[in-house]
Antibody, heavy 119, light 110 residues
Framework: EVQLVESGGGLVKPGGSLRLSCAASGFTFSSYSMNWVRQAPGKGLEWVSSISSSSSYIYYADSVKGRFTISRDNAKNSLYLQMNSLRAEDTAVYYC????????????WGQGTLVTVSS | QSALTQPASVSGSPGQSITISCTGTSSDVGSYNLVSWYQQHPGKAPKLMIYEGSKRPSGVSNRFSGSKSGNTASLTISGLQAEDEADYYCCSYAGSSTFVFGGGTKLTVL
């Protein structure tokens, strides 16, 4: 069974940093691209970032480019999101998600981790 | 990366069919066969219902179907059931390895 478990969320002040982790199990992690998707309280879903299976290709939404860094450790079956220069508008539940195949959708989701940016 | 346009809400009675539209542009929905649909119940993670425009993942009821015409994708739910009441989001590949979601539609089963 595919399992994705996020951790690392919490309360951080504007301008601060936080690192999210996503532990994967139940599939060959190194064979799949991975994604971060977020959802602000009471709002819709927003794609944040993607990373290819070998980390060769990395992409970001314009809203986080230059502030967030996605990475992965295939030996540890783990996905990460380093978030710097955090703003109030980054407050959201952050989900890691895996596609059905190589790309193109988000079939498996974690339970999410809440990041709150507030003074 | 402008959000796709969905109706804020739709409703239907049990047994009826409803359709949720998702309008994008020629740069996203209109250019790629990579539209997906997600169901989200309150406090839960989203669940993939349709991928690649019209394919259903294993375990998803055949009451859910997807289609596309031009820059607009649609999700149809037939034989509405109480448990279908949820928020629904569309998503499209938008080129340059980016994705864009719709604003979401709240489905109420009357």
């Amino acid at each position: 069974e595919v399992q994705l478990v996020e951790s690392g969320g919490g309360l951080v002040k504007p301008g601060g940093s936080l690192r999210l982790s996503c532990a994967a199990s139940g599939f060959t992690f190194s064979s799949y691209s991975m994604n971060w998707v977020r959802q602000a309280p009471g709002k819709g879903l927003e794609w944040v970032s993607s990373i290819s299976s070998s980390s060769s290709y990395i992409y970001y939404a314009d809203s986080v480019k230059g502030r967030f860094t996605i990475s992965r450790d295939n030996a540890k079956n783990s996905l990460y999101l380093q978030m710097n220069s955090l703003r109030a508008e980054d407050t959201a539940v952050y989900y890691c998600a895996r596609p059905t195949g190589d790309y193109g959708d988000f079939n498996y989701w974690g339970q999410g981790t809440l990041v709150t940016v507030s003074s | 990366q402008s959000a796709l346009t969905q109706p804020a809400s739709v409703s239907g009675s049990p047994g009826q069919s409803i359709t949720i539209s998702c309008t994008g542009t020629s740069s996203d929905v209109g250019s790629y066969n990579l539209v997906s649909w997600y169901q989200q119940h309150p406090g839960k993670a989203p669940k993939l219902m349709i991928y690649e425009g019209s394919k259903r993942p294993s375990g998803v009821s055949n009451r859910f179907s997807g289609s596309k015409s031009g820059n607009t994708a649609s999700l149809t739910i037939s034989g509405l059931q109480a448990e279908d009441e949820a928020d629904y989001y569309c998503c499209s590949y938008a080129g340059s390895s980016t994705f864009v979601f719709g604003g979401g539609t709240k489905l109420t089963v009357l």
